[in-house]
């Protein structure tokens, strides 16, 4: 209703204007005040995005493109047996013993190495029965070589200072294609068909499926490049599922899976792979029990850690070895416990051609060029 000047008395003081405008003020303060606030926020969003979240995901997407290209995993290869050192005649997949007998070897001694590890002594002591069984066999006397590294190990083989050896998995096929490595025979496992990979997390960890890891919260420990349980296998698996490194988890190195199975007990690391072979062993030793982990992914099973002999060795000593190597009982000998085969105390034969079929697959897939400066 329009309020006309002749309804005021006129002895009724005229209205003022600040007085007439107050209540209409403070009525519509209210939206302008949400709307400012809304304006504010939504600054705030748009700033957020363009200088936290914008450049955060960037970086995030940059560094696994720059991983993925220098694992390999962006760029398959296809590996195959040197062929400018070795011949492979019946296509086994093998380096053939050189046809010139000249170029045989039947060394006055022979050299041994386990898996190269940071603490070669403790594998030396393990080892000395084996040594012992193969000097008997062979008629010559076997030095234990303490090597560091698997790229050592490798050198030393295609260099002809190492005779006999084990090999992780994931070094065979680069030990068999680049220094004429011939594999023999697996370690023992609990695992009928060798051992796997197993992603395990401490026991009481947020962490229940590798899905998980897509908040990019979490670091998982892998060993070192050249191992296929540790660090190869994994990485690709997980890739196969669409899971990759720096995009849905941390990469942290460790160098053994006894580091990484250790730090999961002691919750050092937030997630680890291992081989199931070497985490059964672990246990069986009261480094780590049941109740402090729990396994939340496997992989199909393939070879453990293989032994076997240089290639050009002459074929009488070779079959000697190869005799050595199925007769030698790890009963009694500190290798019973370590390896955790259960009740299989002896190397079980391989065939290199049909049994890595899946570690020169991963290998492919992971884009890793055998390679040995």
């Known amino acids: 209703m329009t309020v006309d000047s002749s309804d005021v008395p006129a002895s009724a003081p005229a209205p003022r204007s600040s007085d007439a405008a107050a209540p209409r003020s403070s009525g519509s303060l209210v939206p302008l005040i949400l709307l400012a606030l809304v304006a504010v926020a939504a600054g705030a969003a748009a700033m957020y995005f363009v200088m936290v979240y914008k450049p955060t995901a960037s970086a995030t997407e940059a560094s696994h493109a ?8 962006s760029r398959p290869v296809k ?9 492979d005649a019946n296509n086994d997949l093998i380096a053939d013993v050189p046809a010139d007998a000249k170029q045989q070897l039947d060394p006055p001694r022979l ?18 029965p084996f040594c012992d069984h193969l000097s008997k066999v062979t008629g010559k006397p076997v030095e234990y070589v303490e090597l560091k590294g698997s790229d050592e190990q490798l050198k030393a083989l295609r260099d002809g200072q190492l005779m006999v050896t084990v090999f992780n998995t994931g070094s065979v096929p680069v030990a068999v294609n680049l220094c004429g490595f011939v594999p023999v025979a697996r370690m023992p496992t609990s695992d009928a068909m060798g051992t796997h990979v197993e ?14 890891f897509k908040d990019q919260k979490y670091t998982m420990a892998l060993t070192e490049p050249n191992s296929n349980t540790g660090f190869k296998a994994p990485m690709v698996l997980l890739h196969d599922h669409n899971i990759d490194p720096e995009r849905e988890y941390r990469i942290r190195t460790t160098g053994d899976h006894r580091v990484s199975i250790e730090g999961i007990a002691q919750h050092q690391y937030e997630a680890a792979a291992v081989a199931s072979d070497v985490l059964a062993r672990e246990e069986a030793q009261g480094k780590i ?20 002999y240089a290639y050009n060795l002459k074929p009488e000593l070779a079959k000697k070895i190869q005799e050595a190597i199925g007769s030698f009982d790890m009963k009694g000998t500190p290798l019973e416990g370590d390896l955790g085969g259960g009740s ?4 079980v034969p391989v065939n290199y051609f049909q049994d890595f079929a899946l570690i020169r697959q991963i290998d492919n897939s992971s884009g890793q060029q055998h390679d040995l400066k």
Not at 79 to 87: A, H, I, K, Y
Not at 199 to 211: G, R
Not at 289 to 308: D, L, N
Request: aromatic share 14%; net charge negative.
């Open 344 to 347: 299989q105390t002896k190397f």
């Open 79 to 87: 590996n195959v047996l040197d062929s400018t050192r070795f011949t």
């Open 111 to 128: 050299t041994f190495c386990y898996v190269a590890t940071d603490d070669p002594v403790e594998y030396a002591k393990q080892w000395k």
């Open 66 to 73: 720059t991983l993925m290209y220098m694992t390999g995993l």
């Open 289 to 308: 029990s049941k109740g402090q982990y729990r396994s939340i992914w496997k992989s199909e099973s393939f070879p453990s850690a293989t032994i076997g």
């Open 199 to 212: 992603i395990i997390v401490p026991s009481d960890s947020p962490i229940h499926d590798v899905s998980d």
